[in-house]
């Protein structure tokens, strides 16, 4: 068992409010233990330029830690975006174009907005799974008016971090285990079973073939079941 009681292939708890947000296309608060992340999905009526008279559309996405949301306060990035948050928004973003039929929102662009209300570890898997979410609750209220954009949601996606503590594969790591991991990776998959981003790294040790095994195995345990989590939302 854990320092907080959970076996090494459990997920910590999980609570998804919809909606959350009044003014947004879509949006959900996840939590995850202790971790906290509103995200939203807004459509504009435009792209970036590279994109312009091609017919098809973008989705980006932005990022931050609010500062109260550490022990240790987190100054606002007002100028200029940090480099973890820049890499963090990055992989966001692609992750959930993976996800999209573009071509069929054409010359718009879908923003997806991700703010860290509590951090205890996961922040940026948490915001790709409630970044989906976020973006499924969008399409299915802007298909009333527009219903092709119904099909532009291709397939589903989620995220989970897992790591080697003291020498074991553990799932979904809280801050804790994050800062001491031997090994630390961040695993995003569709829900048809296919690798988006598997980011690993040797903080403490190397690792062999059959501990990337035991991580991969744990990690499909674990997004298997937040895509189930996501299906029942977008339910609603």
Known sequence: MRHDGRSDDQLR??????????????????QMGRTRVVCSVMLENSVPQFLKGKGTGWLSAEYSMLPASSKQRIHRERAKVGGRTHEI??????????????????ERSFLVDCDVLDADGGTRTAAITGGYIALGLALKK????????????????????V??????????????EDKNAEVDMNIVKTSSGHYVEVQGTGENA?????????????ADKGIQELIAVQKQVLEI
Do not use: W
């Open 13 to 30: 708890p999980i609570k998804i409010t919809p909606n959350f947000l009044e003014h947004p296309h879509g949006s959900c608060l996840i």
């Open 89 to 106: 928004q990055r992989l966001i973003g692609r992750s959930l174009r993976m996800c999209m039929d573009l071509s069929i929102v054409k």
């Open 142 to 161: 802007l298909e009333r008016h527009e219903p092709v954009l119904g099909a532009a949601l291709k397939v589903g996606i989620a995220a989970v971090s």
């Open 163 to 176: 790591g080697i503590v003291n020498g074991r594969p553990v799932l979904d790591l809280n801050y804790e």
């Open 206 to 218: 190397p690792f062999d073939a059959s501990q990337l095994a035991g991580l991969l195995a744990i």
